[in-house]
């Protein structure tokens, strides 16, 4: 589901640039909602590993 919206934010963001002539603005936005999306990735694993640790120093 999670790619499906970011297909759709594309294709949004796709038309509207076609429409303003902003096509390297499309790329460069596409370029860091990539990069955000990584680094979001990388942060949940790192909670996770964290609460992972945190559970078995408990037990």
Not at 2 to 14: E, S, T
Not at 30 to 44: D, E, P
């Amino acid at each position: 589901m999670r790619n499906f919206v970011y297909i759709l934010y594309a294709l949004i963001l796709g038309v509207i640039s076609l429409f303003t002539g902003e096509i390297v603005t499309f790329a460069l936005l596409g370029v860091i909602i990539i990069a955000l999306n990584n680094i979001n990735s990388t942060l949940k694993k790192i909670y996770l590993q964290n609460n992972e640790r945190s559970d078995y120093k408990d037990k």
